[in-house]
C-alpha cells in the first residue's frame, strides 16, 4: 500500500534515502578507497563507452556519461530510439543500457543494434531477470526496490547512485571525495526532504504558463529531468534547458507568467556562468526559483530558494533532483492530477 502517503510517487520519493542505501551497501570500500560490484565477475575495462536509454533514463545516461568523460574515458549518451543513426562503437567500446524496467524496447532494440555491431554491452536496470538483463554481456542492479508510480522517481536517483559505482569501478577507483560523498548521500537526501519548501513555492505559481529549468554540466541532465517530471505529472509545458542555450532562442518565451527554475551548485565557472543566465531571466522579470548549496551568489537574484546541503558535485545533482521532484509533485497535487497513472503513459513502454 501506500503506507499512509496520497500517492505512490510521494511514498516512493520518501524512500530515497533507502533505496540509496540498498544501492550502495556492501559495494563501496572506504577504507580501501575502491567500489566492488559483484555481478561483475571482472569489471569491464573500456576505452570508450556508450550509453542508449529513453525518458529519465536517459536523462541518467547524460549524466553517467560526463562521469566518464571525468575520468579520462570517451563517453556520450544516446536515446535508444536514434542508436540506430549514431556511429557504431570503436574499438573495446561498451555499450551500456540504462533501463528501470529492463523491458524497454527502444532500449532492447539499440543493445541488440550494437551487439550486431560487435559491441560488448552492460545493462543496468532494477528489475532481476528483466530482459535486458539476459540479454546482455554484463549487469549492474540498482536496488531501488519496486517503483509503482508511473512517473520514475526512486529509481532515477539510484541509477545516478549506481552510475558513479559503475564509473568508479571501471574508471577512476580511488576517488575519496566521490566515495565519501556517495556515503553521505542517503542521509542528505533525507535532510532535503524533510526541510523541503517545494510545496509552498509550488502554490504560488499554479497559474503559471509554462516552467523552464535551466542547469549546466551534472545539473543539465537534472534541468531535463525536472521539466519531464512536471510535464508528465501536471500536464503543464515545461522544458529543460542548458543553462547556456536560453539566450539562443528560448528566452524569447520568457515572461513574468514563467518561472525559470535553475540549479547552482558549487563555486566554479559553471556555476558563475548560470548565475549570468539567471541575471538576464530575471532582467525580464521572469520569477526565478534557485535550487543551491548557498556557494554562488545565485539568491540575490531569486524570488525563491530550494536549498540543499553543500556536497560533492556529482551528488548535488541527486539532491537539487529531490527538490524538482517536490516541486512537480506538489504542483501536480494541488491541481489534482493523476499523479500514479498520468494519461497516455504507461510504466513499460514495450512498443518502438
Ligand atoms: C519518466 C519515465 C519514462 C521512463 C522511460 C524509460 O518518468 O518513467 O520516461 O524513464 O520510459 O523507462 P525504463 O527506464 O524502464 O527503460
Known amino acids: 500500500g501506500k503506507s499512509g502517503y496520497d500517492h505512490f510517487m510521494l511514498k516512493e520519493i520518501h524512500e530515497q534515502p533507502r533505496a540509496l542505501r540498498q544501492c550502495l551497501r556492501g559495494r563501496v570500500d572506504e577504507l580501501g578507497g575502491t567500489v566492488e560490484l559483484d555481478e561483475l565477475d571482472e569489471p569491464p575495462r573500456p576505452t570508450a563507452v556508450q550509453f542508449v536509454a529513453c525518458g529519465t533514463s536517459y536523462h541518467a545516461a547524460l549524466y553517467g556519461a560526463q562521469l566518464f568523460q571525468d575520468a579520462g574515458i570517451p563517453a556520450q549518451a544516446f536515446l535508444a530510439s536514434e542508436y540506430v543513426t549514431s556511429p557504431p562503437p570503436a574499438g573495446e567500446a561498451l555499450v551500456v543500457g540504462v533501463t528501470q524496467s529492463g523491458e524497454t524496447a527502444d532500449t532492447l532494440s539499440a543493445l541488440r543494434e550494437a551487439k550486431g555491431r560487435g559491441a560488448r554491452t552492460l545493462a543496468l536496470t532494477n528489475v532481476v531477470g528483466s530482459t535486458v538483463s539476459r540479454e546482455c554481456d554484463h549487469v549492474i542492479y540498482i536496488r531501488a526496490g519496486p517503483e509503482i508510480g508511473v512517473a520514475a522517481s526512486k529509481t532515477f536517483a539510484s541509477q545516478l547512485a549506481a552510475l558513479n559505482l559503475f564509473a568508479l569501478a571501471t574508471a577512476n577507483g580511488g576517488d575519496r571525495d566521490a566515495l565519501g560523498a556517495l556515503r553521505d548521500l542517503p542521509s542528505e537526501v533525507q535532510a532535503v526532504i524533510d526541510d523541503s ?152 513502454v514495450t512498443v518502438e
Open 197 to 348: 519548501t517545494a510545496a509552498a513555492v509550488a502554490e504560488e505559481y499554479l497559474d503559471a504558463e509554462g516552467y523552464f529549468f535551466i542547469g549546466r554540466g551534472l545539473n543539465y541532465p537534472v534541468a531535463l529531468e525536472g521539466a519531464l517530471k512536471l510535464k508528465e505529472i501536471t500536464y503543464r509545458h515545461a522544458e529543460g534547458f542548458a543553462a547556456g542555450e536560453l539566450k539562443h532562442g528560448p528566452l524569447a518565451l520568457v515572461t513574468e507568467n514563467t518561472p525559470v527554475i535553475a540549479i547552482a551548485t558549487g563555486d566554479d565557472e559553471l556555476a558563475r556562468k548560470t548565475v549570468g543566465n539567471v541575471k538576464e531571466v530575471e532582467a525580464r522579470n521572469a520569477p526565478v526559483i534557485a535550487v543551491t548549496d548557498g556557494q554562488s551568489d545565485i539568491e540575490r537574484y531569486a524570488d525563491h530558494v530550494l536549498p540543499i546541503p553543500e556536497t560533492h558535485p556529482r551528488t548535488a545533482a541527486v539532491l537539487a533532483n529531490v527538490q524538482l521532484q517536490l516541486f512537480a509533485y506538489h504542483t501536480a497535487a494541488r491541481l489534482g492530477r493523476s499523479i500514479d497513472k498520468p494519461r497516455n503513459l504507461a510504466k513499460s
